[in-house]
């Protein structure tokens, strides 16, 4: 006999997917992002208008880490853009200088330790109500790249083959050098 859960369970999960595309909106978002310590990183937030007539009224980032949660940007239709006070708040920003509201990524510049967390990017709809998307940043500390075996072989490689160019190169010219040298002096002789 056959587990109804086995069954149940998959055949939900596609009619709600399918309910949401063609019914329903949505907020895009990259689940995790990992960053290196002092280099710029940016939170993708996107919302997706589903076949509803909907209208965004505001949408806002907020951060959640260890000890705090914080209120980063404010975005309204009414009201402009509002950079809170945090400790984001001299390097953080839209992504785009004249940001649409529908695409309201940020940037936040020279990352620290400090910023990893989760970051929501919650938008306002009119009548429909609020949807919410989320990305835990990860902060490395040490910035040197590491590379893969393959790109590790890749590089000695490209230097064993430059070598050898090289050698045979100068092998070539200074046995050019050498018949040209014995040719003269065979001929003044």
Same mark, same amino acid.
């Given at each position: 006999?056959?587990?109804?859960?086995?069954?149940?369970?998959?055949?939900?999960?596609?009619?709600?997917?399918?309910?949401?595309?063609?019914?329903?909106?949505?907020?895009?978002?990259?689940?995790?992002?990992?960053?290196?310590?002092?280099?710029?990183?940016?939170?993708?937030?996107?919302?997706?208008?589903?076949?509803?007539?909907?209208?965004?009224?505001?949408?806002?980032?907020?951060?959640?880490?260890?000890?705090?949660?914080?209120?980063?940007?404010?975005?309204?239709?009414?009201?402009?853009?509002?950079?809170? *006070?945090?400790?984001?708040?001299?390097?953080?920003?839209?992504?785009?200088?004249?940001?649409?509201?529908? *695409?309201?990524?940020?940037?936040?510049?020279?990352?620290?330790?400090?910023?990893?967390?989760? +970051?929501?990017?919650? +938008?306002?709809?009119?009548?429909?109500?609020?949807?919410?998307?989320?990305?835990?940043?990860?902060?490395? *500390?040490?910035?040197?790249?590491?590379?893969?075996?393959?790109?590790?072989?890749?590089?000695?490689?490209?230097?064993?083959?430059?070598?050898?160019?090289?050698?045979?190169?100068?092998?070539?010219?200074?046995?050019?050098?050498?018949?040209?040298?014995?040719?003269?002096?065979?001929?003044?002789?």
């Amino acid at each position: 006999m056959m587990d109804l859960h086995n069954v149940f369970i998959p055949l939900l999960l596609s009619c709600t997917s399918v309910f949401t595309v063609l019914y329903g909106q949505k907020v895009v978002t990259d689940p995790k992002v990992t960053v290196y310590q002092g280099y710029d990183v940016t939170l993708l937030c996107q919302y997706i208008h589903g076949s509803t007539k909907d209208n965004i009224t505001q949408m806002q980032w907020t951060w959640q880490n260890q000890s705090s949660k914080y209120q980063i940007i404010v975005l309204s239709i009414d009201h402009g853009l509002y950079i809170h *006070e945090t400790p984001l708040k001299d390097r953080v920003s839209l992504s785009k200088s004249s940001p649409s509201i529908d *695409e309201a990524s940020i940037i936040i510049r020279d990352v620290k330790i400090s910023d990893q967390g989760v +970051y929501s990017c919650d +938008y306002i709809t009119f009548p429909f109500g609020s949807y919410t998307g989320q990305t835990s940043l990860i902060v490395l *500390e040490d910035s040197r790249p590491v590379l893969s075996t393959a790109e590790a072989v890749g590089i000695v490689t490209a230097v064993v083959i430059t070598l050898i160019i090289a050698v045979v190169g100068y092998l070539f010219l200074r046995n050019r050098r050498y018949v040209t040298t014995k040719h003269l002096v065979n001929a003044s002789k």
